[in-house]
């Protein structure tokens, strides 16, 4: 049995979910959220809450039944209240440069980098921190990772990109000759 899917999904004031068979919109202060959900999974309202039930018992529903939980949840969160990313850059010259939906990063290459943001994603950015905002926490996560990639943090110096709570193992430089 799935925990997370055995959870009921409490539903806030102020937004609003509607369902059909296979898709769940969510409607709240922040925006409007859409998902296609497996034709296996039904929801059940109750009140303010929704239970997430299968129509079989296979370990593949059971599975996906966890997930399109968590999905919904994140999705009233995210409607709600909205998600928040930061990511640190940190290196010697390391700049960037937020203008519109473009990103511009000077992280060591012989020309910046530009980084064009997705619609629902706006970003800001002071002493080399990028705070990237999004109602979508996988579009913003998926976002996240793309930026960090252009730059990944290396072990040595722990130059690049990282995200705020992120650790470094940092390695050992090139010793002296051994005599």
Known sequence: MSRIGNKPIIIPKGVKLEFTRNMVKVTGPKGVLEQEILTEIDLVQEGELVLVKGNDASKRTNAFRGMTRSLINNMILGSQSGFKKVLI????????????DKLTL???YSNPVDFVLPASVTASAANNQITLESIDKGLLGQTAAKIRDIRKPEPYKGKGIRYENEYIARKAGKTAGKK
């Open 89 to 100: 850059v940190e290196g010697v010259g390391y700049r960037v440069n937020v203008n519109g």
């Open 106 to 108: 000077s992280v060591g």
